[in-house]
């Protein structure tokens, strides 16, 4: 069972709690795929120098937030872990040019156990995060995805989890409701994102810091948006990219999921 490779947005931590499209979206999207025999999530929410697994029998829910309503503390994600594929993580990072660490206490922050709740809310498939190098940029998580790209062949599901667009300091300026619409420089960005992602054009994206409209608008720093190079990369060269869910939350978290699948699946498909 080869599994495509996933790029989503986890938005706010609130996002269980609160109606919107995106929710609804995620809550069916586990039910959408094959049932993984286990998950690799690669979180905007974990920055390290070097890339690093988490290597634990039992995952501890993180609340890496704070100022939230209380019901949002109680909500857990007792996954299990999955050691041995923690550590094959590590062994095909290294056997790709990599440094690896490898961390035995860490357990799921928010950018992995807020999707996961809505995606496969039994919290019965083993899930091992893996962390982002933000001063690395696109290029290495677009080759580290690369490096992982044969476990889905395996049964792993790989998830970019990150943001479309994630510009907090406008969001706390604007103070939107979740419902309002998006401004036209995230759109924009946005559009251009989508057109170069299903055109193909993996060098633009790389250089979507110089290319995109409104890129640093959209994203004053990278962390939020390399998961997706990440996912790409994990569906192998010449991946065809489906786009699977778009709307914003707040204006301006633009919540986009999108499936990657590897040139074999299309061919398949086809």
């Known amino acids: 069972m080869t599994l495509p490779s996933i790029f989503l947005s986890h938005g706010s931590p609130m996002l269980p709690l609160t109606a919107s ?4 979206f995620l809550s069916g999207l586990g039910n959408s795929l094959p049932r993984p025999k286990a998950i690799l999530v690669i979180s905007a929410h974990w920055e390290t120098d070097i890339p690093a697994v988490n290597v634990v029998a039992e995952n501890e829910t993180i609340y890496d937030f704070y100022g939230f309503p209380r019901e949002l503390y109680q909500l857990r994600y007792p996954a299990p872990g ?3 594929l923690a550590l094959a993580v590590a062994a095909r990072l290294q056997a790709a040019g990599l440094s690896v660490g490898v961390d035995r206490e860490r357990g799921l922050d928010h950018g992995a156990w807020v999707p996961l709740l809505l ?3 039994q919290a019965d498939i083993p899930v091992v995060q893996l962390s982002i190098q933000t001063e690395q940029g696109p290029a290495h998580h677009l080759a580290l995805g690369r490096a992982l790209a044969p476990l889905r062949d ?4 790989i998830i970019g989890s990150g943001s479309f667009t994630h510009n907090l300091g406008e969001f706390r300026k604007r103070r939107p409701d979740i419902d309002d619409p998006a401004p ?3 759109i924009d960005f946005a559009d251009w994102v989508h057109s170069a992602a299903i055109e193909g054009r993996i060098d633009d994206l790389v250089n979507y810091r110089a290319l995109a409209p409104h890129a640093r608008d959209n994203h004053p720093t990278d962390e939020h948006f390399l998961p997706l190079f990440a996912a790409l990369g994990a569906a192998g060269e010449n991946a065809r990219v489906e786009r699977l869910h778009n709307s914003a939350n707040y204006g301006v978290l633009r919540m986009d999921v999108y499936a990657f699948h590897g040139a074999d699946q299309a061919k398949a498909a086809a």
Do not use: I, K
């Open 154 to 157: 395996e049964g792993v599901l």
């Open 82 to 84: 999955a050691p041995d």
């Open 184 to 186: 036209s420089w995230v």
């Open 119 to 121: 995606m496969y809310p």
């Open 21 to 24: 499209a995106a929710r609804d």
